[in-house]
């Protein structure tokens, strides 16, 4: 199996662009608790994401507009108990980041139930004020641009973003502004794949696909959808089903940080064109 160099070494921030520049590509999954937090530390997961899709795949919701703080605060404390190496980000739910004074009340929250960087959706001037508040402040910042499920109202749906020159080059300038705000990580979600191959190679900070092809620095799935547990929501082609590969709940961790690690996954099929 491919580990990362020195696996036993907890991921910090700083480690990330390390990583990255040493060719690793980046392995992260969604967690919500201390089981599958013991399961994803010891098989050697670099982040783990306590994302607000426990709104959808936890809570039962048809989207993730439901999800509190205190509902993150709950599920990080729960994972957190349980992990010993990876990086544990938190999202910042649905208006929790309307301004930069609530983010950080939100932030401090998070970082008190043990995670370690906060992710937040969008580039709005609201969002990048955000960011630059808090890494100002010490706090660590993931961006996630491209399909953002805070936005489904306004999107009319969970679509693929970035098609055509205007949103593609919309979609570069904001990778490029979540960067300069202080942003140290970057979500693609639901992007074409040659788009976020151009926005990985001019990112000053590591990108981390899903559904976003093959040439980010990394990749995420919601733990869900890669055990293949039906979640009542159409499944992505972005997803992979590693349990049937895998062969238990371990096995399908260890043959997805293995796939990401080898250039195995995503595939071309996993990816949106142009
Ligand atoms: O909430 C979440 O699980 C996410 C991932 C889909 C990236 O934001």
Do not use: N, W
């Not at 605060?73 to 929790?96: G, S």
């Not at 609201?126 to 491209?146: F, M, N």
């Not at 972005?238 to 961790?253: K, R």
Request: charged residues 20%.
């Amino acid at each position: 199996m491919t580990m990362p160099p020195d696996s036993s070494r907890p991921v910090t921030v700083p480690r990330l662009r390390e990583l990255r520049d040493t060719g690793h590509k980046l392995t992260m999954l969604t967690c919500y608790d201390a089981g599958f937090a013991r399961t994803l530390d010891a098989a050697g997961i670099d982040l783990m994401l306590i994302g607000d899709s426990l709104g959808m795949v936890v809570q039962g919701a048809a989207s993730t507009l439901g999800v509190t703080v205190t509902d993150i605060a709950y599920h990080t404390r729960c994972a957190a108990a349980a992990t010993q190496r990876a990086l544990i980000v938190a999202d910042l739910p649905f208006q929790a980041d309307a301004t930069p004074e609530r983010a950080l009340d939100a932030a401090c929250t998070l970082l008190r139930a043990g995670a370690g960087m906060v992710k937040l959706e969008g580039a709005a001037g609201h969002k990048l004020d955000a960011i630059r508040y808090l890494s100002e402040r010490d706090i660590p910042v993931c961006a996630h641009l491209g399909l953002t499920p805070q936005s489904v109202l306004r999107l009319g749906g969970f679509k693929v973003q970035g098609r055509g020159d205007a949103a593609a080059a919309q979609l570069r300038d904001d990778a490029q502004a979540v960067a300069a705000a202080g942003a140290e990580l970057l979500v693609l979600e639901a992007v074409p794949s040659p788009l976020a191959a151009a926005i990985t190679a001019a990112s000053p900070i590591p990108t981390i696909g899903i559904g976003a092809g093959p040439d980010c620095d990394g990749q995420v799935l919601v733990l869900h959808d890669m055990l293949g547990l039906d979640s009542g929501h159409r499944r992505p082609r972005f997803v992979q089903d590693f349990l049937a590969q895998g062969g238990s709940i371990a096995g399908a961790i260890r043959a997805y940080i293995e796939a990401v690690q080898a250039g195995r996954f995503p595939a071309a099929e996993h990816g949106y064109a142009a």
